[in-house]
């Protein structure tokens, strides 16, 4: 159980178009999703905290009109970059946290590794 | 949220249990432990996650002291394919990341 999948799992796109990343949670409803981006060699930086039905709120340092959040329903959030340039070039990976008792588990998707050229 | 601090890096052999100590000293009343392992290219796996004192899995044990100001990872038997990176967070609502630990299982 508490599977999370994304699409694509990577993606080539030219400098000045849009990607949009998918994360779904396979057999459980999450409340919350987060989404974050990871450089070579480096951890986890948290962008984003969607939750569903709701606007997503953005860390500090995250352009919230580049990186556009969509929470529609429990189960899929997706995150879109806009514009993206070379820099965005990240491995993008997404959560979900489950209701239930054991609320505080978060359960991570494979990633989408995103090269914009 | 609780900024936590681990080894850089650890080795291992194949076989030994291999303990790795994080240090979460601001640690919130409401906040939880837990432990995820990431290979590269990867996302983060879910490890283990606890309150207070013991908890164990299949595939770990977490011990956190009455004071949860640390707690330690320990993977008994270790092999090859686990080494990678591991991550000790600890939050409730959301899940900051630090640097983690390399860990390195040699044959």
Known sequence: GAVVSQHPSWVICKSGTSVKIECRSLDFQATTMFWYRQFPKQSLMLMATSNEGSKATYEQGVEKDKFLINHASLTLSTLTVTSAHPEDSSFYICSARSLGPSSYEQYFGPGTRLTVT | ?107
């Open chain 2, 1 to 107: 949220l609780a900024k936590t601090t681990q080894p850089i890096s650890m080795d291992s052999y194949e076989g030994q249990e291999v303990n790795i100590t994080c240090s979460h000293n601001n640690i919130a009343t409401n906040d939880y432990i837990t432990w995820y392992q990431q290979f590269p290219s990867q996302g983060p796996r879910f490890i283990i996650q606890g309150y207070k004192t013991k908890v164990t899995n299949e595939v770990a044990s977490l011990f956190i002291p009455a004071d949860r100001k640390s707690s330690t990872l320990s993977l008994p038997r270790v092999s090859l394919s686990d080494t990678a990176v591991y991550y000790c967070l600890v939050g409730g609502n959301k899940l900051v990341f630090g640097a983690g630990t390399i860990l390195r299982v040699k044959s």
